[in-house]
């Protein structure tokens, strides 16, 4: 397979002067789509029609993917599990289905040095996939990403069944990752498996994807950009109960190390200059105050607020202070999950900006001490996510809006608060969204996390339909009604 995936067009970000504040109205599918977007041709009724008649192997799919036990890494070394056998397993399926495949271990060259990646990060047996199906020709190039990573499934002794041996209870398919996200990736390979069985006349290449480390570093996306991984528009099929999210948040989180001198508690103290203690953690509560006045002034802003996201946020994590019962704290830290915006990022898309603002607040609070203009703080930073959106307008949107509405379940535009890898494929010049099946503010990450079986089903219909109508022939007309 070529490094290139495709033909990407350019990011359509929305610009500053159009951000307004957040109405909270979402834009439903008349907004974007004619009625008569919603009726499915006779070769995209014969598709709904054969996924859902072949449900079970779908449910099967995500089964298989279930059973890798594809547990996310906490720490650069810690030891690879099945993740290069799932993705043996999804390239011979997709081999199987007439795509090309590539699977590769990134080098660690090819993350190096970006914000989101920690140093000496390597891919030892966490391999990444792209497959391809070739087009004819003319059209548009699409991307289907997901990651394979999940969480750990603690406390397992909570979980009604082994939560990597999927179970179907009722009408839910239980197991870790089910819901986040091996049921969007099992959605997504059966849409492109049913599309290419049934021959569809697709122009565009059709891409599908599948990641390592989004739910740790997000260095899978990274990697796989880096690559050469790109197409006109990407679908990543997060659980987002089939609402389409085109735009997130970017996250920073600092370490602020603040100085004190170590003392007896029981004793009284001198003045700091003559050698006496000073105590750390009551110093760090003016650098928590003047982290409180930046998240305020933030809010005062003109540009405080952007369409389908929460405004940005600054929230203390975790507090950790001195060294014994009765001793002077010699140092205190403070850590922040810092959420940004699309339009508080640099020109690179990163949170560079962000990060020289919340310095400069601490260095100044710093300085109206005396101790600590003489001592000041310290911060550093972990990896971080950046923040991304594209316009409403972008063509993957209406179509994937008329598509999920043809699939039974009426769809509108919305964001995501927190993050996934649709931010670095857009970055890297593939518009990309988050759209799938299941309710992953509700259902990702806790102790029996399911999928409903007719949500898999809903999303490869609502997914191979999109496929059909965006990769062509032609460029299906619902971007002709925008705003109408």
């Known amino acids: 397979m070529e490094r290139r995936c495709g033909s990407a067009s350019s990011q359509q970000p929305i610009a500053d002067s159009e951000q307004g504040e957040d109405t909270g109205v979402a834009l439903d599918l008349a907004t974007v789509a004619k009625p008569d977007d919603r009726t499915l041709s006779e070769e995209e009724r014969a598709i709904v029609e054969e996924i859902a008649r ?45 795509a090309e495949t590539d699977i590769w271990e990134p080098a660690p ?71 986040d996200m091996k049921g969007g990736i099992a959605s997504m390979v059966f849409a492109a498996e049913v599309l290419a069985a049934r021959g569809a006349p697709l122009a565009g290449d059709l891409v599908v994807c599948t ?16 690559h050469g991984v790109r197409a006109d528009a990407g679908i990543v099929p997060e659980s987002t109960d089939f609402v ?3 735009a997130c948040r970017g996250s920073l989180i600092p370490t602020i190390t603040v100085p004190g001198r170590a003392g007896h508690a029981g004793c ?33 802003r003109p540009n405080a607020h952007a369409p389908y996201i929460s ?9 950790a202070g001195g060294e014994w019962m009765v001793s002077y704290p010699a140092s205190c830290r403070l850590e922040y999950h810092i959420a940004y915006l699309p339009q508080q990022a640099d020109a690179d898309g990163w949170g560079g900006r962000v990060r020289e603002e919340v310095v400069d607040w601490v260095m100044r609070a710093a300085q109206a001490d005396p101790w600590l203009a003489e ?49 670095t494929f857009t970055l890297g010049g593939t518009p990309s969204l988050g759209f799938g099946p299941g309710t992953g503010s509700l259902l990702a990450h806790m102790v029996d ?36």
């Open 54 to 98: 072949r449900r079970e192997e779908l449910v099967a799919l995500a089964s298989d993917l279930i059973s890798f036990d594809t547990t996310t890494r906490e720490h650069n070394d810690d030891p690879a599990r099945d993740e290069t056998a799932l993705q043996k397993y999804l390239a011979a399926r997709l081999r199987a289905a007439g």
């Open 109 to 179: 060259e090819d993350v190096a040095g970006s914000p989101m990646t920690p140093p000496g990060l390597r891919f030892d047996g966490r391999p990444q996939l792209a497959a391809r199906f070739p087009g004819t020709g003319g059209g548009r190039s699409l991307l289907f990403n997901g990651h394979i990573d999940v969480v750990k499934p603690d406390p397992l002794e909570q979980w009604t069944s082994d939560p990597f041996r999927p179970e179907v209870r009722g009408d839910n398919l239980y197991g870790r990752g089910a819901c």
């Open 211 to 226: 990641v390592t480390d989004e739910e740790s570093t997000g260095a899978g996306a990274l990697a796989a950009v880096a």
């Open 244 to 246: 389409v999210k085109i």
């Open 268 to 300: 009284p103290q001198p003045h700091w200059r003559e050698g006496g203690a000073v105590n750390a953690i009551e110093k760090a509560g003016l650098v928590a105050d003047a982290m409180r006045r930046l998240e305020t002034d933030w809010r005062q």
């Open 311 to 319: 405004p940005g946020d600054i929230v203390p994590t975790q507090i």
């Open 375 to 423: 001592n000041p703080p310290t911060v550093t930073w972990a990896p971080e996510v950046p923040a991304a959106a594209i316009a409403p307008d972008e063509p993957i949107v209406p179509i994937l809006l008329a598509a999920s509405a043809a699939a039974g379940r009426p769809s509108h535009i919305w964001g995501m608060d927190g993050w996934y890898d649709g931010a």
């Open 449 to 484: 996390e399911y999928i409903p079986v007719d949500d898999l089903v809903a999303g490869a219909q609502a997914l191979a339909v999109a496929a059909l109508r965006f990769c062509g022939p032609g460029h299906w007309p619902a971007t002709e009604t925008f705003g109408a």
